[in-house]
């Protein structure tokens, strides 16, 4: 059974840096689409950031410049690397498959505050 599990995630101040990582077992990251997702209190899940197998990547207009997805599929590992980060970045981070996403994993959270 295929399980992710995310870290990384604490609490920063603003325009600080956090780098999250997803660890997958499994065969999902191979030939699949990865991505990073978040949901803040009281909204919907959100797409943060996508990257293929052969590395190409899209972000949210939200993080785009900020955040920089990668991923080391020889260690089926997905990365999040988060600079500058906004109040407004505070939520749980997870990651998953796209489109078709498998169990989420139980996220990391991050907190940007002062």
């Known amino acids: 059974q295929v399980q992710l599990v995310e870290s990384g995630g604490d609490l920063v101040q603003p325009g600080g840096s956090l780098r999250l990582s997803c660890a997958a077992s499994g065969s999902i990251f191979s030939f699949n689409v990865m991505a990073w997702y978040r949901q803040a209190p009281g909204k919907q899940r959100e797409l943060v950031a996508a990257i293929t197998p052969g590395g190409s990547t899209n972000y949210a207009d939200s993080v785009k410049g900020r955040f920089t997805i990668s991923r080391n599929n020889a260690k089926s590992t997905v990365y999040l690397q988060m600079d500058s980060l906004k109040p407004e970045d505070t939520a749980v981070y997870y990651c998953?498959?796209?489109?078709?996403?498998?169990?989420w994993g139980q996220g990391t959270q991050v907190t940007v505050s002062s």
């Open positions: 998953n498959r796209y489109p078709n996403g498998i169990s």
